[in-house]
């Protein structure tokens, strides 16, 4: 096997495993039985487990960043793609298991490895959604006094109500309240002028 499948296999494992067991019940042992490889090829390939759990979070983290940024650069008008980009981002955050493992304070307290994982998702979301007020200023359909200001918000509050839906599960009991929210998010952002 070329060392991108047997690492890609390693992945595809773990992921498997981190999904259904959490990181803390998960074990090396487990990822190599699955793929009926010894436990020192996944050393081979990770240093540790922390190390192959961040690159299972990059790659589910990945997926959704360019679904997202597929959003942002479509040639719609910016209020459109404000709310699609929203509730997009909620239903694939819905489905992110593993980012859901990195909401828990005592997983993040205890384990730090994730917080450039993390950081990097926070970074991508901020340069997308200042790529949609830009667009949606030019085109004269959102008004705000600060950029910097409006998106730092707009990430509070996005942030800010994942540990209710995801950990607690509550996302499928709010999907509609969800797409209310992002309305009157958007439409406070409207310019008043068209």
Do not use: C, W
Not at 67 to 87: F, G
Request: no cysteine.
């Amino acid at each position: 096997m070329i060392d991108s499948e047997v690492k890609n296999l390693i992945v595809g494992s773990a992921t498997k495993y981190f999904s259904k067991y959490g990181f803390y019940k998960t074990t090396m042992d487990e990822i190599a039985r699955n793929i009926h490889k010894a436990k020192g090829i996944l050393y081979y390939y990770f240093k540790s487990k922390e190390e192959l759990f961040n690159e299972v979070l990059k790659q589910e983290l990945n997926k959704i960043k360019s679904t997202l940024s597929s959003i942002v650069n479509r040639d719609s008008d910016s209020l459109m793609i404000l709310k699609e980009y929203i509730l997009t981002r909620f239903k694939l955050l819905h489905n992110a298991i593993n980012y859901h493992e990195t909401l828990k304070a005592d997983f993040f307290e205890k384990y730090h490895f994730v917080k450039d994982v993390r950081d990097d998702f926070d970074e991508f979301e901020s340069k997308q959604l200042t790529l949609i007020l830009k667009k949606g200023k030019r085109e004269g359909f959102l008004d705000f006094k600060n950029i910097n200001s409006t998106v730092d918000i707009m990430m509070i509050i996005l942030n800010g109500i994942e540990i209710p839906f995801f950990l607690q599960n509550k996302y499928p009991e709010y999907e509609t309240t969800i797409e209310e929210l992002t309305s009157m998010l958007v439409n406070s952002l409207k310019s008043q002028k068209k």
